[in-house]
């Protein structure tokens, strides 16, 4: 596996492989992987003739008082998993190269960005945008893979390529679960067994909702309140949001009737969870 830094070396690495006419997948993330990321990564192995991950925390999707000093980082780790799994290239820039003094330009995908986890992490979206754009632009990858875990990420991202006139093509695979429930996340690490423990409300709440769609229910209100009572049982859970919407507008729909994303943002404790479920498509259920 080669490792890289310089924007420059990433962007000649990665044309060399489409001058020889190789298929290029790409799994950017934040590292501290767990199976969730390493799931992404089979998935290019299998589709791309190579793979190139990138492992950069982004500092303009955290907001002033989030997380992004202490956001896990163990980069010993995710270059041996990396390794193991058969990456071709691990591109590993530095803040100031992807961010450099002076920087000004900034990705807005408006409406989409402003619901959801755009309300309580104002400006976090069009941080995200900006990045994969710039990660786009120097990687140029025939394939990007991003997780259903973070499900407005990946309608953002779309609309944006969408938008944009994108060559890359992005896709979107399955939330991966520890066998309790509870979608793998980094963040997993700053919760205490008690904690850990709570944590298993968003899943059950999910659960829930898919049951009571399954026995026939199809008032968003009914599901969002049960969603609501069930989660507000649980001590050291508060509720960010529990929303009902169309998976491609993210508008709130009253009636379930075609696909629709079923999402949750929960504070156990100090840290900041989410999840989510499709109702009515082929998506997951749990
Ligand atoms: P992050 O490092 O948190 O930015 O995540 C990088 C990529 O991994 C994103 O596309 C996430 O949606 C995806 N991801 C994170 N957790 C999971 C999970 N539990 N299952 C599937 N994909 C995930």
Known sequence: MKKIAAVERMKAAAGEIKTQGRILGFVPTMGYLHEGH???VRESLKKADATVVSIF???LQFGPR???RRY????ERDEALLEEAGVDILFHPADLDMVPDGFRT???VSGLQDKLCGRSRPGHFKGVATVVLKLFNIVRPDYAFFGQKDAQQAIILRRMTKDL???TKIEIRPIVREEDGLALSSRNMYLNPEERRAALVLFRSLKKAHAMWAAGEREAGSIRGEMLRLIGSEPLARVDYVEIVDSDTLETVDRINGKTLVAVAVLIG????IDNT?????GEHP
């Open 66 to 68: 989030e997380d992004f």
């Open 106 to 108: 900034t990705v807005e």
């Open 57 to 59: 925390v982004n500092p």
């Open 72 to 75: 896990p980082r163990d980069p």
């Open 38 to 40: 390493l799931s992404l």
């Open 270 to 273: 100090n840290t900041r969870l």
């Open 165 to 167: 006139d994108l060559d």
């Open 278 to 282: 499709i109702l009515g498509g082929k």
